[in-house]
């Protein structure tokens, strides 16, 4: 110990041992005889010249430090029982501590595991000294064991955090994007530098800026539940592919999404519109937000994605339920009356409206059953739909058997076009169904300067009972007559 201060080395406030590894570098010139040049391959290879090496170290002073750390009574206590200090698990570490000795290094550091006499796990920093003078036989060699527990402890709770939050973020059956917004931020900065307060009408102007904006996000990473919902097979494919997916459709969603955050609102989540690779439509709630501790940079967002198509299909189906006749995919009454008070406030320089009533339809249902009666419905609602397809027109069933077609902003003439369509196509199909034809009562009629609609739509109505009545009177005299 005379190379050492005894009351430094008593005293220190961290494990030191004195240590004589002079019979391992009599191994290692026996292993240099036998021609081995790399020891690291050599130990891996040879596990149990490991712990012969190890046994041939020889422990010939520890401070108090160490007996205290270790649960030792003593020093024999402590050197009775390095079975239980080093174990198997410091094995790895130490082949390269013997491998630093072997180049000829007078100083190494590692991290191991030891373990106390009661069997307490305790993480420890190596840091050994050839001390001077012995560098030929290294017969002297000081070492710290400083224990590092809490430090690894907080890394592996730390690593096991961040593969928890990984394993979310891969495993999350929500579509997850992590991307890079920065870019985004610093052009609204300049904006605001500028001094733009109206956002809004800025973007109304300058429909380009809302384009650069997308082009400034980078995406730097999505899940699996993205590749499947997008129907990708890999990211590279999805990120080759994004205008597939973000199509002109999104530019309204980024433009509010872009007004939320000019008002700072860095939290948000509205409904979007984007579409899988293989174009299938994807209604989706966009959740948006700055990561914690990057609320000046926006560097990095989380955009969760929540595939809601099923629902929106369904809320369309109930809208369309509420406003549409299921048998023939004409509008309902429903619809026709908002329709008429719709027209009524827009207050159209003129209205048309045709009556149609399909004549006979109760005896239909008597002699050959419901069933044949809803064919004729559904012909009649195929008609209707031909006739107001890509106009402004709208045919609703009111009734049983009675049908409306409503004609904002039309003329007497244009009355005439849409009625020679009616009976083209009633024609037509009539030939395809000459067994059961259909018959209609047709009243129309287009509103007069200072005619209400309603008293339109009675003219029109009044008008179609009069064929109505015409008809049934020529069929009774016709069975008179047989």
């Known amino acids: 110990m005379n190379m050492i201060d005894s009351s430094v080395f008593d005293l220190a406030p961290i494990p030191m041992w004195l240590e004589d590894f002079s019979e391992v570098k009599a191994l290692f010139d026996e292993w240099r005889a036998q021609g081995i040049t790399d020891l690291v391959t050599f130990l891996q290879n040879n596990p149990s010249k490991i712990t012969e090496s190890s046994q041939r170290i020889k422990v010939l002073k520890v401070n108090q430090k160490t007996l205290e750390v270790f649960h030792a009574k003593d020093q024999a206590h402590l050197c009775s029982n390095l079975h239980l200090i080093f174990k198997e698990e410091m094995l790895p570490s130490h082949i390269y501590e013997l491998a630093a000795l072997w180049e000829g290094k007078t100083e190494f550091t590692s991290t191991s595991i030891?373990?106390?006499?009661?069997?307490?796990?305790?993480?420890?920093?190596?840091?050994?000294?050839v001390l001077p003078g012995f560098e030929h036989d290294l017969s002297r060699i000081l070492l710290t064991t400083e224990d590092i527990s809490a430090y690894q402890n907080a890394r592996r709770l730390e690593q096991k955090n961040r593969q928890l939050a990984q394993s979310m973020f891969v495993y999350s059956p929500t579509s997850l994007w992590v991307e890079d917004f920065s870019r985004v931020k610093e052009r609204i900065d300049q904006l605001k530098a500028l001094g733009i307060d109206d956002f809004r009408t800025f973007l109304d102007v300058h429909h380009d800026f809302i384009e650069q904006c997308i082009q400034d996000i980078v995406i730097l990473d999505v899940n699996q539940a993205t590749l499947d919902l997008f129907k990708a097979a890999n990211k590279e494919i999805l990120f080759k592919n994004m205008h597939k997916v973000f199509t002109k459709e999104m530019n309204h969603t980024f433009r509010e999404q872009l007004i939320e955050l000019w008002k700072g609102n860095i939290h948000h989540q509205r409904e979007a519109i984007n579409y899988a690779l293989d174009g299938t439509i994807r209604n989706v709630l966009l959740q948006f937000t700055v990561f914690p501790g990057y609320e000046d940079n926006w560097k990095l967002v989380q955009v969760a994605l929540t595939d809601i198509t099923a629902r929106k299909k369904a809320e369309n189906y109930l809208e369309y339920l509420g406003k549409h006749d299921v048998l023939t995919k004409l509008f309902n009454r429903t619809f026709f009356t908002e329709e008429v008070n719709r027209i009524q406030r827009s207050a159209p320089s003129s209205i048309s409206c045709i009556y149609l009533d399909l004549n006979g339809l109760k005896a239909i249902n008597d002699a050959l059953g419901h069933d044949t009666g809803d064919d004729i419905l559904r012909r009649i609602g195929v008609i209707l739909n031909q006739v107001v397809l890509d106009t402004k027109f709208s045919a609703s069933?009111?009734?049983?058997?009675?049908?409306?077609?409503?004609?904002?902003?039309?003329?007497?003439?244009?009355?005439?076009?849409?009625l020679h369509t009616i009976y083209e196509l009633v024609n037509i199909d009539n030939q395809f169904h000459s067994r059961l034809p259909i018959s209609l009562s047709i009243g129309y009629a287009t509103s007069t300067a200072h005619e209400t609609l309603e008293q339109a739509l009675k003219r029109a109505d009044e008008h179609m009972y009069l064929y109505k009545r015409n008809y049934y009177k020529e069929n009774i005299e016709a069975d008179l007559r047989q």
């Open 114 to 129: 030891n373990y106390t006499i009661t069997g307490q796990c305790l993480d420890v920093q190596v840091r050994a000294t």
């Open 397 to 418: 069933r009111i009734g049983g058997d009675e049908f409306v077609i409503l004609m904002p902003n039309t003329t007497e003439e244009d009355v005439d076009g849409v």
